[in-house]
């Protein structure tokens, strides 16, 4: 499943830190379901889950699956 923030578009990898509206932002872990998934954020130095939105038929990535992380 390829990630996605949805604010600025960057191709989010898991280990690496990202700049959105919250800050520097880490993706530590992503659960998967086949419809769902959520992910662990590292955001300063706090923790939480929060649920990712999972397209299939989005026009950029037509037939993939792609979670959108909220911004």
Not at 8 to 26: A, Q, S
Not at 34 to 41: I, K, N, S, V, Y
Not at 46 to 57: M, N, S
């Amino acid at each position: 499943m390829k990630i996605i923030d949805a604010n600025t578009g960057h191709h989010v990898k898991i280990g690496e830190p990202f700049d959105n509206i919250d800050g520097t932002v880490t993706v530590l872990q992503v659960e998967e379901g086949w419809l769902t998934a959520r992910a662990l954020f590292l955001v300063g130095d706090r923790k939480h889950w929060a649920p990712l939105i999972v397209r299939f038929l989005h026009p950029g990535f037509m037939f993939q699956k792609v979670g959108f992380v909220n911004s």
